[in-house]
């Protein structure tokens, strides 16, 4: 059966400082990945996807998340957030034979002044 | 073009009552998919509706129904409200198979309260 795992429930970073959200999975064949972002009161925005071509997949506004199969993780990075990234991020893997999505518990981002 | 529309963008109901959301998906887009999401369980999978038909299904009991109309909007419904059932009900569509397989895109989401 497929399953996410986000390893952390909250991070705090400074502006200007990188971010890490970590994400593990667990799938029985050659899984899709996605992260999606949702800010407050709004529904959820689609940042990047891997659908097995390259292993370092880069999105939107700066993130990029790379995939190891070795490690079975697809951590989500961005080199210097900005206040605007507060929000919450679902790392979300493709599920059952119809497609449907698998989300993870959701990391929460706060970005400090 | 326009997004995925939800309505209503919230509501408060009473334990018992039922509750109808509605869902328009992107012109074209005729799958659609719903979600619930609460603080306790996250984002949970409730069904989704492709050509009329429900083709998958979450693990919710009976209570929570849907449908789709021809013109690939969505209804789901709850009936015999419960507490536990206060969420935030998410509705996505997604494109045909071969062009953007199991991208969803969301709406803003319809807030239900049940007191």
């Known amino acids: 059966a497929q399953s996410v795992t986000q390893l952390d429930s909250h991070v705090s970073v400074s502006e200007g400082t990188p971010v890490l959200l970590r994400c593990n999975y667990s799938?029985?064949?050659?899984?899709?990945l996605f992260w999606y972002v949702q800010h407050p009161n709004k529904g959820l925005q689609l940042l990047l996807k891997?659908?097995?071509?390259?292993?370092l997949v880069k999105g939107i506004n700066g993130f990029e998340a790379e995939f190891k199969k070795s490690e079975t993780s697809f951590h989500l990075t961005k080199p210097s957030a900005h206040m605007s990234d507060a929000a919450e991020y679902f790392c979300?893997?493709?599920?059952?034979?119809?497609?449907?999505?698998?989300f993870g518990k959701g990391t929460k981002l706060s970005v400090k002044p | 073009k326009a997004g995925v529309t939800q309505t209503p963008r919230y509501l408060i109901k009473t334990r018992g009552q039922q509750v109808t959301l509605s869902c328009s998906p992107i012109?074209?887009?005729?799958?659609v998919s719903w979600y619930q999401q609460t603080p306790g369980q996250g984002l949970q999978f409730l069904f989704e509706?492709?050509?009329?038909?429900?083709?998958n299904k979450g693990n919710f009991p009976g209570r929570f129904s849907g449908r789709q109309f021809s013109n690939s909007r969505s209804e789901m419904n709850v009936s015999t409200l419960e507490l536990g059932d206060s969420a935030l009900y998410l509705c996505?569509?997604?494109?045909?198979?071969?062009?953007?397989?199991?991208?969803?895109?969301f709406g803003a989401g319809s807030r239900l309260t049940v007191l």
């Open positions: 996505a569509s997604r494109p045909p198979q071969v062009s953007g397989a199991n991208v969803l895109t």
């Open positions: 979300v893997v493709t599920g059952g034979s119809q497609g449907n999505l698998i």
């Open positions: 012109s074209g887009h005729r799958s």
């Open positions: 891997y659908t097995s071509a390259a292993t």
């Open positions: 799938s029985s064949y050659s899984p899709s």
């Open positions: 509706y492709f050509s009329e038909t429900q083709r």
